[in-house]
């Protein structure tokens, strides 16, 4: 693949979800370094009337599966449906959905082991350096405050030498922050989502040995994976289960993340497992199975 000389065009038709973004820049980067390629970023609003023909089209998400069926039609090009379509499935030419779904591989459907993303391994991360990713209630998940705060104080006590930092989300209620500020932790630098930039997070994933998520947050379990960070989920209390929690109970049983109690029993994290990559493996059988 990495011969052919013809670069290959990428539409990524985004919507206004962050995490619909990252699923799209991580597959288009992973087929971009399997072959030249051009990709294309096509807002809701835009019009791609001026692109190059496209030879792959890849959506994510619900407005964009549907531009992407009238794109492929008046333009050409295989359309790839990122997470299930909640269309009829034959319509794609492939759709790549997270296992945990439940739904069986066929001849236009890859599991992927959780979302995809951009995060690539780690080369400079350091045992003593860690980060700490800290999401809200959902559909799926309540939220309390004092019990996530009380889990920060075992983890710090667990991992005395590690110095962390933590960010929030969208989603933190903003009195959490001001528990965690009311607690004045030195080994703890708040730095909430407002006050990050746009590659603030792939810069702290590349340098963080050990990172924790609550795991409400189900996208930023699976990124820290892919950095090949040592992993522990933090306790949300949930509403109910789910999809979203199941996914993690699996990956607690492959051993790719700690929870507290097993960090207390251990007196250590247990030992990284190697970087999930699934952006690439996905990209690899792209290019097998519509080349």
Same mark, same amino acid.
């Given at each position: 693949?990495?011969?052919?000389?013809?670069?290959?065009? /990428?539409?990524?038709?985004?919507?206004?979800?962050?995490?619909?973004? +990252?699923?799209?820049?991580?597959?288009?980067?992973? @087929?971009?370094? !399997?072959?030249?390629?051009?990709?294309? +970023?096509?807002?809701?609003?835009?019009?791609?009337?001026?692109?190059? =023909?496209?030879?792959? /089209?890849?959506?994510?998400? +619900?407005?964009?599966?549907?531009? *992407?069926?009238?794109?492929?039609? +008046?333009?050409?090009?295989?359309?790839? &449906?990122?997470?299930?379509?909640?269309? #009829?499935?034959?319509?794609?030419?492939?759709?790549?959905? #997270?296992?945990?779904?439940?739904?069986?591989?066929?001849?236009?459907?890859? @599991?992927?082991?959780?979302?995809?993303?951009?995060?690539?391994?780690?080369?400079?991360?350091?045992?003593?350096?860690?980060? /700490?990713?800290?999401? *809200?209630?959902?559909?799926?998940?309540?939220?309390?405050?004092?019990?996530?705060?009380?889990?920060?104080?075992?983890?710090?006590? &667990?991992?005395?030498?590690?110095?962390?930092? @933590?960010?929030?989300?969208?989603?933190?209620?903003?009195?959490?922050?001001?528990?965690?500020?009311?607690?004045?932790?030195?080994?703890?630098?708040?730095?909430?989502?407002?006050?990050? *930039?746009?590659?603030?997070? @792939?810069?702290?994933?590349?340098?963080?040995?050990?990172?924790?998520?609550?795991?409400?947050?189900?996208?930023?379990?699976?990124?820290?994976?892919?950095?090949?960070? =040592?992993?522990?989920?933090?306790?949300?209390?949930?509403?109910?289960?789910?999809?979203?929690?199941?996914?993690?109970?699996?990956?607690?049983?492959? *051993?790719?993340?700690?929870?507290?109690?097993?960090?207390?029993?251990?007196?250590?994290? #247990? #030992?990284?497992?190697?970087? !999930?990559?699934?952006?690439?493996?996905? =990209?690899?059988?792209?290019?097998?199975?519509?080349?």
């Amino acid at each position: 693949m990495t011969g052919c000389a013809t670069p290959q065009v /990428i539409w990524c038709l985004e919507d206004d979800r962050p995490g619909h973004q +990252r699923q799209l820049a991580g597959l288009a980067q992973a @087929l971009r370094d !399997l072959r030249p390629a051009r990709i294309c +970023r096509v807002a809701r609003k835009d019009s791609p009337a001026q692109l190059p =023909a496209p030879g792959l /089209i890849l959506t994510a998400g +619900r407005h964009s599966h549907w531009r *992407g069926l009238r794109y492929r039609w +008046r333009y050409g090009g295989k359309l790839i &449906a990122l997470m299930d379509p909640g269309l #009829p499935r034959p319509l794609f030419d492939l759709c790549v959905v #997270p296992e945990h779904d439940g739904l069986n591989p066929s001849r236009n459907v890859l @599991l992927s082991l959780g979302p995809l993303n951009p995060v690539l391994p780690a080369t400079g991360a350091t045992a003593d350096r860690g980060l /700490i990713l800290v999401g *809200g209630p959902s559909r799926h998940f309540c939220w309390n405050d004092a019990h996530l705060a009380a889990q920060l104080q075992r983890l710090q006590i &667990a991992l005395p030498a590690v110095r962390w930092t @933590l960010t929030t989300s969208r989603r933190t209620p903003a009195s959490f922050l001001t528990l965690l500020r009311q607690q004045a932790n030195p080994k703890l630098r708040l730095v909430p989502r407002e006050e990050t *930039g746009p590659d603030w997070l @792939l810069r702290h994933y590349a340098r963080s040995g050990v990172i924790w998520v609550s795991e409400d947050s189900a996208s930023m379990v699976y990124e820290s994976l892919s950095c090949g960070a =040592a992993v522990g989920v933090l306790t949300v209390p949930l509403r109910r289960p789910g999809r979203v929690s199941g996914g993690i109970q699996h990956l607690e049983q492959q *051993g790719r993340v700690a929870r507290l109690e097993e960090l207390e029993c251990l007196g250590t994290m #247990p #030992p990284p497992r190697p970087p !999930l990559q699934e952006a690439t493996r996905i =990209a690899r059988e792209i290019n097998r199975r519509l080349d």
